[in-house]
């Protein structure tokens, strides 16, 4: 039995290699629009919380915490500020729903800028449904650096029924606020395109490594 070696041109290779990059970028491309649904399938709502209600959270002195709680239940007995949305409908076939909570404002000195919020749904029956939604502060902030921060809430219904979005504050620290952007998606998040270019970065580096050193040792 013979074996014959085949011997690659430097043309196909590069034309190998372009493909090989090509194929990145198809990769990466849909990823793009991906990254617009990083909260869920659709947007469903957007609320500016008002300036009065603002001026509200810039005034609001948080209460002491509750002696013998642990930090979760303390937070969701403590004193707030609250606002809520209007009233939006909402499907079991669509979940989850997710809240998107930015907060905007300005650092007063250095060190970290903090806020804890509860944040969840006011029922058609009138009951609040809420938890804490962490994540929303910046370390190491600097005095008068302009700070955007975003945290994230996913509920799911066991059926339709119409829900108003709710949110309080809890504490805030270091900050002064200039405005909150509420947005409630439903449906499930798809990847981001940082996710999806690390699924697929080693692949095409070990491919096109594997490509070069078979080229060199045939030359």
Same mark, same amino acid.
């Given at each position: 039995?013979?074996?014959?070696?085949?011997?690659?041109?430097?043309?196909?290779?590069?034309?190998?290699?372009?493909?090989?990059?090509?194929?990145?970028?198809?990769?990466?491309?849909?990823?793009?629009?991906?990254?617009?649904?990083?909260?869920?399938?659709?947007?469903?709502?957007?609320?500016?919380?008002?300036?009065?209600?603002?001026?509200?959270?810039?005034?609001?002195?948080?209460?002491?915490?509750?002696?013998?709680?642990?930090?979760?239940?303390?937070?969701?007995?403590?004193?707030?500020?609250?606002?809520?949305? #209007?009233?939006?409908?909402?499907?079991?076939? /669509?979940?989850? *729903?997710? %809240? @998107?909570?930015? &907060?905007? !404002?300005?650092?007063?000195?250095?060190?970290?800028?903090?806020?804890?919020?509860?944040?969840?749904?006011?029922?058609?029956?009138?009951?609040?449904?809420?938890?804490?939604?962490?994540?929303?502060?910046?370390?190491?902030?600097?005095?008068?650096?302009?700070?955007?921060?975003?945290?994230?809430?996913?509920?799911?219904?066991?059926?339709?029924?119409?829900?108003?979005?709710?949110?309080?504050?809890?504490?805030?620290?270091?900050?002064?606020?200039?405005?909150?952007?509420?947005?409630?998606?439903?449906?499930?998040?798809? #990847?981001?395109?940082?996710?999806?270019?690390? /699924?697929?970065? *080693?692949? %095409? @580096?070990?491919? &096109?490594? !594997?490509?070069?050193?078979?080229?060199?040792?045939?030359?």
């Amino acid at each position: 039995m013979k074996f014959t070696t085949l011997k690659a041109s430097p043309r196909s290779v590069w034309r190998y290699l372009f493909g090989c990059a090509l194929a990145c970028f198809v990769v990466n491309h849909p990823a793009a629009a991906a990254d617009d649904k990083k909260f869920g399938q659709s947007r469903v709502a957007t609320y500016d919380i008002p300036a009065a209600t603002i001026a509200k959270f810039q005034k609001f002195k948080a209460s002491a915490p509750v002696k013998g709680e642990s930090p979760l239940v303390a937070t969701l007995l403590a004193d707030t500020e609250a606002w809520s949305g #209007p009233e939006l409908s909402t499907s079991a076939t /669509a979940n989850p *729903y997710t %809240i @998107v909570v930015t &907060v905007k !404002g300005t650092a007063k000195a250095d060190g970290d800028a903090t806020t804890l919020w509860n944040a969840g749904w006011v029922l058609d029956d009138g009951v609040r449904r809420l938890n804490v939604l962490p994540g929303i502060a910046k370390v190491g902030a600097k005095a008068g650096e302009r700070l955007e921060m975003t945290g994230t809430s996913p509920t799911s219904f066991k059926e339709s029924r119409k829900v108003g979005v709710a949110l309080e504050l809890v504490n805030a620290k270091n900050l002064s606020f200039d405005g909150v952007h509420v947005e409630v998606w439903s449906g499930v998040p798809e #990847p981001s395109k940082l996710e999806i270019s690390y /699924a697929f970065r *080693y692949a %095409i @580096v070990g491919l &096109v490594l !594997g490509l070069l050193f078979w080229w060199w040792r045939r030359n």
